[in-house]
C-alpha cells in the first residue's frame, strides 16, 4: 500500500520560513520523479517544485528563489524548504509522486497559511 504522508504545514507570518516533509511508503523512492503541488482556494492545483530520481530540480516562477526542494533516498523523503513566505503562499500543499502514468500518488495535503 503506497502512502505518502506531508507534515511541517501551519501558521506563519509573512516572511518567514516553513519546512515541509513528505515520507514514502510502498514504493521505489529514488526511482520517483517527487513533486510538491499547491491548490489555493478557488484555484487549480499548480506545481511548485519537482526532483526527478537524478536530483534535477523544478520550480514555478512564482517561488524561485524563495523555495527548495530536496530528496533523502535512504529516509525515503522528499523536502520543500520555503523561505521568504508571502500571503499568496497560502494553500494546501500536497506531495506528488510519479514513476509512469500508471504508477503516481498523491498525499493527503498539509494547509500552509501564512498571515500578512
Known amino acids: 500500500q503506497v502512502q505518502l504522508v506531508e507534515s511541517g504545514g501551519g501558521l506563519v507570518q509573512a516572511g518567514g520560513s516553513l519546512r515541509l516533509s513528505c515520507a514514502a511508503s510502498g514504493i521505489i523512492f529514488s526511482a520517483n520523479t517527487m513533486a510538491w503541488y499547491r491548490q489555493a482556494r478557488g484555484k487549480q492545483r499548480e506545481l511548485v517544485a519537482a526532483?526527478?530520481?537524478?536530483?534535477?530540480?523544478n520550480y514555478a516562477d512564482s517561488v524561485k528563489g524563495r523555495f527548495t526542494v530536496s530528496r533523502d533516498n535512504a529516509k525515503n523523503t522528499v523536502y520543500l524548504q520555503m523561505d521568504s513566505l508571502k500571503p499568496e503562499d497560502t494553500a494546501v500543499y500536497y506531495c506528488?509522486?510519479?514513476?509512469?502514468?500508471?504508477?503516481?500518488?498523491w498525499g493527503q495535503g498539509t494547509q500552509v497559511t501564512v498571515s500578512s
Open positions: 526532483i526527478t530520481s537524478g536530483g534535477a530540480t
Open positions: 506528488h509522486a510519479y514513476l509512469a502514468p500508471w504508477a503516481n500518488y
